[in-house]
């Protein structure tokens, strides 16, 4: 971001009134803005993307608008999923510097991640203009072109400014993330693994490039060497965790939905079988099954919604009425179907966290269907602590947290399936590798449409998946995920002891 001071004008409302307690200026005089914008930067590296957001609402009550306090707040809101409302506030900071190529892309990826693919390479190719060798350009277009299929095209992209020495960790990265699926593995390595090498670079670089290594040494059967990578990658990305809150807290959300409160809930008016919701503890294959149903004609797949989370956050399932139900039915209805194309059936919303959210999807939409992945324990965990989450999720780091947090959410599940009245049907991975056209056809008559042959080939829809699936989604469906576990055996005795008898 370019560096700019304070400027323009305030608007006083009582939300920025209770901010004063938060933030004032030196009784100098000298405003504090920087030292504050510091604050939130780093409350954003270290993956607390709320308090980032509040911080920079704060500097900019205080101080004005400013191009970098508002870029770091659209840039967070959009971390946060509130892909309009980021774009809204990265809008306002383009238009105090128009010629900012940073920006650009952050609005590329709020279209990225909301499947608007066309949007997402245009706002790319006007930084590329402002700046052809930008190296989160240059990252952002061969990732576009890599999860639409086009990884041909984007080893074209990356590989000129790798030849030319242009070792920022985006390009790098997303080299990486490009040559193994144009059989090219080799060419990456050493770029990667000087990155991992270099302590110079952010922490976060290395344990991306960690990640990747493990998936190249992996998938040559080096597996020592790739857990290595792995257990690099992870402690690199350290994340606080605390096993027993989060016990607490599963506990106390299954004492608050009580058999006897479940069946007291308000439920919405409004009667609708077009959602479909796909939950899942992550890596559980949610992402295939949301590819499944999106080579079905009626079937739009909306991606990950954060919408439920927020809207449950807003309105506790606990103290929900119904004027409250009906308005957020309509509400999240109203947003869904704002960008779904004409004529569907059905939509997707795929948030594996969305399984803390059963009670109040089931209160506020009548009709809708949850479908419940599952896969096995150990495999679901080791491939958890094999994927990057780029501080977005705390599901890996620990193989001691891993098993805590599957078992806190198997214990969620549990009690939702004996409890709640709401249309769950489970699909298992390893059943769907083994019978792939037996689950496949119990899927799409469980979500009330007639069967189509295209979802026996998800491989070949032309969706690009948005999720970190999306290389594995491309292909047909495989088998080698199934039994991941066993290749890391003599890794695995702390996540057995945590899972128990998960």
Known sequence: MPDAGPRGGVRTTRKHIAMTQYYTPDAAGQPRWRQEFERAFRAFATGDHESAADICRQIEWAEGENPMVIHLLGTSLSYQGEYEQARTELARSLRINPKNPQVLCDIAYTHRMQGHFDESHRFVDQALAILPDYHAALRAKAELLNRAGDAADAYDVLKPAIDQGLDHPNVVLAFGEVCPEVDKADESIQPLEALVANEAVPQQYRASASFLLGRMYENTGAFDAAWEAYERGNELTPVPWDPAALDSFVDGLIADLSPDMLRSLPRAQRRTDMPVF???????GTTLVEQILSCHPDVFAAGERSLIPRMSRA?????????????????????????????????????PGNYFHLAFIGSILSGARIVLCTRDPLDTCVSCFAQDFAHRQPY?????????????????????????????????????????EAVTRELIEFVGLDFVDACLQPHKSNRAALTASFAQVRRPVYSTSVGRAERFARHLAPLRQALGDA
């Open 278 to 284: 796909i939950v899942g503890f992550p890596r559980s």
């Open 315 to 351: 309105d506790p399932v606990q103290t929900l009425t119904q004027p409250a139900a009906d308005a957020a039915g309509d509400e999240y209805m109203s947003q869904l179907l704002s960008f779904a194309p004409d004529g569907i059936k059905r939509f997707t919303d795929k948030n």
């Open 396 to 436: 890996s780091r620990d193989l001691t947290w891993l098993g805590r947090a599957y078992n806190a959410y198997r214990r969620m599940i549990d009690h939702y399936q004996r409890t709640l009245e709401v249309p769950i049907h489970t699909v298992n991975y390893e059943a769907l590798i083994a019978d792939r």
